[in-house]
């Protein structure tokens, strides 16, 4: 058993690796190399998929022991785009979005029709993602990290990637993402003294879940119906958390609770008295296997507080945002599929494409996704301004509820018999689509 074992990690890091050397392989010769900026962040993302790439085993419930920080916490500085107007990425984030869109074909996309029927994701996948960095992508160099600035366009694009490969692993892989991003970015020095290590140390299998989503109808994340309420130097909470990815093997969560009137986010660890895990499955996303966080008198430290109200403010609407990105990616692969499949399939002597009603709900699915992708890229290069995108991210998410669940519909659709069944990825697509436009929480860019 013991030999099995070691062979089974050191083949999941075999693999990890080599992902590693082909991007390696593929960048190395680019020009963007030339410039020592560009070859230190290789650098960095090469070291820390060393670091991890020969760790497999899952390690939860750590304990997270209490430490001082510096006198300020670090906080990544926000990206500057230039003044004119232009999406095209820089060649850094293209540099990202290769690693991302390999690591969604080579190892998520395989890997995504037994992850739902499973409702885990492989231990293989896990090792890739975080080799290549994927969990550090919204943490600072100071912190560790490998973010060099708080840039929401290039999580954008890194979600749209993974998402392309699958919206379910993708949620499951980034879901302690988000968390070390709100550690990062609303944390205290304390804070992230105490929290992040377990993120950027060397044992990455840390898991962790941004818990916003609640179970009753017509829910308001900015006036949540957990409450808080302060006893001496503690806070007691009451609530239930829905649609939390992996809550049952979680390492820490944030969740958001009405604090005397106010949202806020706070820091709650597992194993705290009052808080329990239900099994809640989903239509979609099942890959991230989502349960419920029950929290019954739940006591933690005041402390725990993490950022302002403020701060819940701007993670929701980061978080509206990032799940449109994720609707982009999947969408993608929706198009991706059905344009060679309208093309090869005949009937009645003649390809299915060069019937109107079918070019053009192809070209309505092309037009609406290029659509929400523009929207998702304008609203995360006004965050990196500094510029107030609100109008843009609530724009951006209602297209990703109208027509992510239309492009998955008609993806459906267009294969006929072909988009019911489990052999093709169709109706795995149009469940997942359905959750980027009604979820709160759990991604965050």
Same mark, same amino acid.
């Given at each position: 058993? !013991?030999?099995?074992? !070691?062979?089974?990690?050191?083949?999941?890091?075999?693999?990890?690796? @080599? #992902?590693?050397?082909?991007?390696?392989?593929?960048?190395?010769?680019?020009?963007?190399?030339?410039?020592?900026?560009?070859?230190?962040?290789?650098?960095?993302?090469?070291?820390?998929?060393?670091?991890?790439?020969?760790? %497999?085993? /899952?390690?939860?419930?750590?304990?997270?022991?209490?430490?001082?920080?510096?006198?300020?916490?670090?906080?990544?500085?926000?990206?500057?785009?230039?003044?004119?107007?232009?999406?095209?990425? +820089?060649?850094?984030?293209?540099?990202?979005?290769?690693?991302?869109?390999?690591?969604?074909?080579?190892?998520?996309?395989?890997?995504?029709?037994?992850?739902?029927?499973?409702?885990?994701?492989?231990?293989?996948?896990?090792?890739?993602?975080?080799?290549?960095?994927?969990?550090?992508?919204?943490?600072?160099? !100071?912190?560790?990290?490998? $973010?060099?600035?708080?840039?929401?366009? +290039?999580? %954008?694009?890194?979600?749209?990637?993974?998402?392309?490969?699958?919206?379910?692993?993708?949620?499951?892989?980034?879901?302690?993402?988000?968390?070390?991003?709100? #550690?990062?970015?609303?944390?205290?020095?304390?804070?992230?003294?105490?929290?992040?290590?377990?993120?950027?140390?060397?044992?990455?299998?840390?898991?962790?879940?941004?818990?916003?989503?609640?179970?009753?109808? #017509?829910?308001?994340?900015?006036?949540?119906? +957990?409450?808080?309420? =302060?006893?001496?130097?503690?806070?007691?909470?009451?609530?239930?958390?829905?649609?939390?990815?992996?809550?049952?093997?979680?390492?820490?969560?944030?969740?958001?609770?009405?604090?005397?009137?106010?949202? @806020?986010?706070?820091?709650?660890?597992?194993?705290?008295?009052?808080?329990? *895990?239900?099994?809640?499955?989903?239509?979609?996303?099942?890959?991230?296997?989502?349960?419920?966080?029950?929290?019954?008198?739940?006591?933690?430290?005041?402390?725990? /507080?993490?950022?302002?109200?403020?701060? /819940?403010?701007? $993670?929701?609407?980061?978080?509206?945002?990032?799940?449109? %990105?994720?609707?982009?990616?999947? %969408?993608?692969?929706?198009?991706?599929?059905?344009?060679?499949?309208?093309?090869?399939? =005949?009937?009645?002597?003649?390809?299915?494409?060069?019937?109107?009603?079918?070019?053009?709900?192809?070209?309505?699915?092309?037009?609406?996704?290029?659509?929400?992708?523009?929207?998702?890229?304008?609203?995360?290069?006004?965050?990196?301004?500094?510029?107030?995108?609100?109008?843009?991210?609530?724009?951006?998410?209602?297209?990703? *509820?109208?027509?992510?669940?239309?492009?998955?519909?008609?993806?459906?659709?267009?294969?006929?018999?072909?988009?019911?069944?489990?052999?093709?990825?169709?109706?795995?697509?149009?469940?997942?689509?359905?959750?980027?436009?009604?979820?709160?929480? =759990? /991604?965050?860019?």
């Amino acid at each position: 058993m !013991a030999g099995t074992q !070691a062979r089974t990690q050191v083949s999941v890091s075999e693999r990890a690796q @080599r #992902l590693g050397l082909r991007m390696l392989r593929r960048v190395g010769g680019l020009p963007l190399m030339q410039r020592s900026e560009a070859r230190t962040r290789v650098e960095r993302i090469l070291y820390h998929g060393a670091r991890q790439g020969f760790r %497999a085993e /899952l390690v939860a419930r750590r304990a997270f022991a209490r430490r001082s920080g510096p006198a300020t916490p670090s906080r990544a500085a926000l990206a500057r785009p230039g003044r004119e107007f232009d999406l095209t990425p +820089t060649e850094d984030q293209q540099m990202l979005q290769a690693a991302a869109r390999e690591l969604a074909d080579e190892v998520i996309r395989p890997a995504a029709a037994q992850a739902d029927v499973d409702r885990a994701v492989p231990e293989k996948v896990r090792t890739a993602a975080w080799s290549m960095g994927t969990g550090l992508v919204g943490v600072p160099t !100071a912190l560790d990290g490998i $973010a060099e600035e708080r840039s929401a366009v +290039t999580m %954008a694009l890194v979600i749209e990637e993974l998402a392309r490969g699958d919206m379910g692993i993708a949620v499951s892989l980034l879901a302690p993402a988000a968390v070390a991003a709100a #550690l990062a970015s609303y944390g205290s020095a304390d804070q992230q003294a105490t929290y992040l290590p377990a993120f950027t140390g060397s044992d990455s299998s840390v898991a962790a879940a941004l818990a916003l989503m609640e179970p009753q109808p #017509l829910y308001d994340p900015l006036k949540p119906c +957990t409450s808080a309420r =302060t006893e001496r130097d503690h806070l007691v909470i009451d609530g239930v958390k829905a649609l939390v990815p992996a809550a049952d093997v979680a390492d820490l969560f944030v969740i958001s609770a009405d604090l005397e009137g106010a949202p @806020r986010l706070v820091i709650v660890e597992p194993g705290t008295a009052g808080l329990s *895990a239900e099994d809640d499955p989903a239509m979609g996303l099942r890959a991230a296997a989502t349960r419920r966080l029950v929290l019954e008198g739940v006591r933690v430290p005041r402390s725990g /507080l993490l950022g302002t109200a403020d701060d /819940l403010v701007d $993670a929701v609407r980061r978080s509206r945002l990032a799940w449109a %990105a994720a609707a982009v990616g999947t %969408a993608q692969a929706v198009l991706d599929q059905v344009v060679p499949y309208v093309k090869q399939r =005949t009937a009645f002597g003649e390809p299915i494409g060069h019937r109107q009603a079918v070019a053009f709900t192809v070209a309505d699915i092309a037009i609406e996704l290029a659509g929400l992708r523009l929207l998702v890229w304008k609203a995360a290069s006004r965050l990196d301004r500094g510029e107030d995108a609100s109008a843009e991210i609530a724009q951006a998410r209602q297209l990703a *509820a109208t027509y992510g669940t239309q492009i998955g519909s008609d993806g459906v659709q267009l294969l006929g018999g072909h988009g019911f069944v489990k052999e093709f990825d169709n109706e795995r697509w149009f469940r997942d689509l359905r959750a980027a436009g009604v979820l709160e929480g =759990t /991604l965050l860019l």
